[in-house]
Nanobody, 125 residues
Framework: QVQLVESGGGLVQAGGSLRLSCAAS????????MTWFRQSPGKEREFVAG????????YYADSVKGRFTFSRDNAKDTIYLQMDSLKPEDTAVYYC??????????????????WGQGTQVTVSS
């Protein structure tokens, strides 16, 4: 059984930074895709950043490109999301997700088998 536990959320002023962590147990790191999604009140869950085994580098949503950085530490079975230059519109609950996913489905929430519980990120203006 795979378990994912996020941490690192909090309240930050616009322009600030946070680093989210997602610690995995079980066989999570044998999955071929590991990603971050987010969901704001009244909105659908959306893809933020992630990595697929077929990619040489992480893939980002246009809204966070250049500000967020996805990384993973295989020795610690942990993935990270470094968030810089945060904006109020980044306010959301952030979730990590892993699964065996086709590259074409990387940004599709329905494609993932396992999800963390979420961590709240609030950016004040």
């Amino acid at each position: 059984q795979v378990q994912l536990v996020e941490s690192g959320g909090g309240l930050v002023q616009a322009g600030g930074s946070l680093r989210l962590s997602c610690a995995a147990s079980g066989r999570a790191f044998s999955s071929n895709a590991m990603t971050w999604f987010r969901q704001s009140p009244g909105k659908e869950r959306e893809f933020v950043a992630g990595n697929h085994y077929s990619l040489s580098s992480a893939y980002y949503a246009d809204s966070v490109k250049g500000r967020f950085t996805f990384s993973r530490d295989n020795a610690k079975d942990t993935i990270y999301l470094q968030m810089d230059s945060l904006k109020p519109e980044d306010t959301a609950v952030y979730y990590c997700a892993v699964g065996t996913v086709r590259y074409s489905q990387l940004t599709n929430t329905d494609a993932y088998d396992y999800w963390g519980q979420g961590t709240q990120v609030t950016v004040s203006s």
